[in-house]
């Protein structure tokens, strides 16, 4: 019996490692061409014995990728921000409130979650022209804060139902506290690991939104990395050394948001999701 337990998890150690090296390959091969010279022509496979720096330097200045790191900060930040605390509030009273109106509303939300975000192109664009918000932080905000609110709801409203005991509200509706102080002193502090489940699913994808980001950010003083990006593969498509350590650079912050919330990610996916 230990012998087949021991096989099976030596098969599952060694099937995650493929898998996870099979993932890695993308990367490896981004690093490889990113420090390599102009010129440089061999294979994409092998790393050179040398690292050529300046690519990322001529990369950040051409690119323009300061101006383009801030304004997906300032986006990716604030709407993060926006569907946290919206998208929790509304879900504690989805989750708390069992009433037939709440139901349906649940049932609207999760819906929604099935019609592609591109069907509204035309109506949101007249809608952000007739309003004047062409080309500002606001409707990139307000744009991805729509398109991922109803699975921000979702995810909080199952990890609600299944995680947190109602007896917790109970006894400190018995000690006099109010809904909104029951919620962010008692109940919000213990949605630690889906508010990091959101956190990294909503900012990978605000991150890395092209599809109206080319539409509604037109202007090169508020455009995001992702339309500067693929301005410059199109004005640099013969130097790809310097595309990938464009690309590479433009990577590294939400990495670096995975790896610090990484420990929170899959609990919180499981949690939300069982009781959707």
Same mark, same amino acid.
């Given at each position: ?19 996870? *090296?099979?993932? $890695? #390959?993308? %990367?490896?091969? @981004?690093?490889?061409? +990113?420090?390599? /010279? ?5 294979? &994409? ?34 709407? *993060?921000?926006? $569907? #946290?605390? %919206?998208?929790? @509030?509304?879900?504690? +009273?989805?989750? /708390? ?5 709440? &139901? ?37 905000? $307000? ?14 409203a199952g990890f ?26 008692i109940i919000f ?88």
């Open positions: 019996m230990k012998a087949r337990t021991s096989r099976k998890t030596w098969i599952l150690t060694l099937a995650a490692l493929l898998i996870t *090296a099979f993932h $890695l #390959i993308p %990367f490896y091969i @981004l690093l490889t061409t +990113a420090i390599k /010279r102009t010129g440089d022509f061999s294979s &994409k496979w092998s790393f050179p014995d040398y690292v050529n720096i300046e690519n990322f330097t001529i990369a950040w200045e051409q690119a323009n990728l300061g101006n383009a790191l801030v304004n997906s900060i300032i986006i990716t930040s604030f709407a *993060a921000i926006v $569907l #946290i605390l %919206f998208g929790s @509030l509304a879900a504690y +009273a989805l989750a /708390r409130r069992t009433t037939k109106l709440n &139901k349906y509303i649940y049932i609207l939300f999760v819906g929604v979650m099935v019609i592609p975000p591109l069907t509204a192109l035309v109506p949101l664009y007249r809608m952000v022209v007739n309003f004047g918000l062409m080309n500002t932080h606001l409707v990139a905000v $307000l744009n991805n804060v729509a398109a991922f609110l109803p699975l921000t709801i979702f995810l909080y609600i139902r299944s995680t947190i005991p109602k007896e917790l509200e109970e006894a400190a509706k018995i000690d006099g506290a109010n809904t909104l102080s029951i919620f962010f002193k502090p213990l949605l630690k690991p889906i508010t990091a489940t959101v956190l990294i699913i909503s900012s990978v994808y605000i991150w890395n939104d092209y599809q109206f980001a080319i539409f509604f950010l037109q202007d090169s003083s508020v455009q995001t990395l992702t339309v500067v990006l693929a301005s410059f593969f199109g004005q640099n498509g013969s130097q790809l050394n310097l595309v990938a350590a464009a690309a590479l650079m433009a990577s590294l912050p939400m990495v670096i948001v995975f790896l610090f919330l990484q420990r929170f990610f899959i609990e919180g996916l499981a949690a939300g999701s069982v009781k959707g």
